[in-house]
């Protein structure tokens, strides 16, 4: 039915003549997909045959800058301006299109016509402070950022954009105080690059280095410093963060964008951060942030181009092809992404990342060969492990125990437990192997209870301890667990298989054979499905160890 509604609209988009209804219902069709491109395309159609409807115009504008149209985004909110003078979004737009002009008057203008709630109560005087600076006028500038002044959060961003004003105007001591009012509430990497980048200017190449290496211990993974570190190496003086109030305002929509992104606010901060790429295209952690969005939404293309784009001379250049081997991942090119791992890997030999991944995705293709030996390398580069790394050793654990290396598995899963007692997966993971393999069957029982007390609603878990009570003898009690597991996981084959076995031992004959009919209907591995079909014609009397693809990630679901 809605396939029928929506063929005019898509007619219309390949030049056919279609209905402004038809091309209202592809538009919401669209909207539900986070196709903003096709979206803008039906409500076009729709507006030529109702031009003044606001609501229409609204969502056409906002589904332009989604998009990234901001030509047509402009000019809707100039439509939008005529009809409905009152909307924020789109005087906020106009008033960034005055400053891509340079009319910075017009744009004061503009923003001082807005009402200052919600957003607007922030994102204002950060705007205002930019637009006075602009205009010579700084004083007006500090007193628009001085009203953030005590804000949760958005205190320290103003001292950060006071400083980088300051900074920009010349005022070196003045955006010091500015800068360092920032730390308290953390070392942001902008705040790290505009304050280091004055020190090295003031001279003080030593604390300079010292706040670039504090940041790199904070966030190991992150290479986002080294161009500062060897800049001060070079001995090449920078220049201030911020040298036009344009780009200053894009800084700021970056940072309010980033602030909403973090709050879960993902549809909000994407117009905020295609708003900073209209006045500066060339941002690249603008960029990075914009496809991270954008992937969240499924748009996984869009995401890899605008990864892809970031330039490669850029602090953030690695972190973005990092996040084109996400984007390919979903995509299913994976083959691709193995190739660009395997590259990374090999620019950066004191970088493990690159090979925790490349290990993630073999071990997800199933080349458990392949993913322990990136697994391996990676903690060659990276020996000495921390709480944090537990996640690590559960992932080379179960590789290693697909790989049939169940010594060195074992070890792995014990040291990740060792790290983190209280991950309900990974202590099932060890006790289902141990029970599975007849080994260690208290401990093995002992780490699945465990594992329940943390998830009790868990299926793969519960299943996990009617198998060790199958494994032990204990038919009845395997039953009973057995039969809560397949009520919390229906469709798991591992399950109903495991629920069959059990009736079968318990002389619940035709209850197994349905159970391992249902198994039977979902499994997706071939020796499984063998397996199966010999039970239904032939019955099952070993209660011993499974052999085959009922294995202990099987049982787990872990990923």
């Given at each position: 039915m809605l396939a029928a509604l929506v063929a005019p609209a898509v007619a219309a988009a390949e030049g056919a003549p279609a209905s402004a209804a038809g091309a209202y219902l592809a538009a919401n069709f669209a909207q539900d997909r986070n196709d903003a491109e096709a979206a803008s395309r039906y409500l076009a159609i729709a507006l030529d045959d109702d031009p003044g409807n606001v609501d229409l115009l609204y969502r056409a504008f906002t589904s332009a800058v989604i998009g990234g149209d901001m030509a047509a985004a402009v000019d809707l909110a100039g439509r939008l301006e005529e009809n409905f003078p009152a909307d924020p979004l789109s005087t906020v737009m106009l008033a960034l299109d005055d400053v891509e002009a340079g009319r910075y008057d017009e744009a004061a203008d503009r923003l001082e016509s807005i009402e200052r709630d919600?957003?607007?109560?922030?994102?204002?005087?950060?705007?205002?402070?930019?637009?006075?600076?602009?205009?010579?006028?700084?004083?007006?500038?500090?007193?628009?950022?001085?009203?953030?002044?005590?804000?949760?959060?958005?205190?320290?961003?103003?001292?950060?954009?006071?400083?980088l004003i300051l900074d920009m105007n010349g005022d070196l001591e003045g955006a010091r105080l500015a800068f360092e009012a920032s730390f308290g509430l953390g070392h942001t990497l902008r705040l790290v690059e505009a304050a280091g980048s004055l020190y090295e200017r003031l001279g003080e190449t030593d604390r300079a280095r010292s706040l670039y290496q504090q940041y790199a211990e904070e966030n190991v993974d992150s290479t986002m410093v080294e161009p500062l570190l060897a800049r001060i190496e070079s001995g090449v003086t920078p220049s201030a963060l911020i040298t036009d109030p344009k780009s200053g305002i894009a800084e700021v929509l970056f940072h309010i964008a980033t602030a909403l992104n973090q709050e879960g606010a993902a549809d909000i901060a994407l117009l905020q951060t295609q708003f900073a790429l209209y006045l500066q295209p060339d941002f690249p952690l603008a960029q990075v942030l914009l496809a991270d969005i954008l992937i969240g939404r499924g748009r996984n293309d869009e995401a890899l181009a605008i990864y892809q784009a970031v330039d490669r001379r850029s602090a953030v250049s690695w972190t973005a092809r990092l996040s084109v081997v996400t984007a390919l991942d979903r995509l299913e090119r994976r083959d691709e992404a193995i190739e660009l791992l395997s590259t990374m890997a090999e620019e950066r030999l004191d970088r493990s990342g690159p090979l925790v991944r490349l290990g993630d995705l073999l071990r997800g293709e199933e080349r458990y060969d392949e993913a322990i030996v990136a697994y391996d390398a990676a903690l060659e580069r990276s020996p000495q492990l921390d709480d944090a790394d537990w996640s690590f050793l559960y992932r080379h654990g179960i590789a290693l125990e697909r790989g049939k290396q169940w010594q060195r598995a074992e070890q792995a899963l014990i040291r990740a437990i060792d790290l983190n007692p209280d991950h309900a997966h990974l202590l099932n993971y060890l006790g289902y192997s141990w029970i599975d393999r007849g080994e260690n069957l208290d401990e093995g029982e002992e780490l699945i209870r465990r594992a329940i007390d943390l998830s009790p609603q868990d299926g793969y878990i519960v299943d996990s301890l009617g198998w060790a009570y199958f494994r032990t003898g204990r038919i009845e009690e395997a039953v009973e667990e057995l039969e809560r597991a397949v009520e919390l996981r229906s469709e798991d084959t591992v399950i109903n298989d495991h629920l069959g076995d059990a009736y079968w031992l318990a002389g619940r004959r035709t209850e197994a054979r349905y159970q391992w009919r249902r198994a039977l209907r979902t499994v997706d591995d071939d020796e499984m499905a063998l397996a199966i079909e010999d039970k239904l014609a032939n019955g099952f009397s070993d209660a011993g160890p499974v052999d085959g693809p009922q294995t202990a990630e099987d049982a787990s679901g872990a990923q």
């Open positions: 919600g957003i607007a109560s922030f994102l204002l005087p950060m705007l205002l402070g930019w637009v006075n600076a602009a205009l010579d006028d700084e004083a007006a500038a500090m007193a628009e950022l001085d009203l953030l002044a005590g804000e949760n959060g958005f205190g320290a961003l103003a001292s950060l954009h006071r400083g």
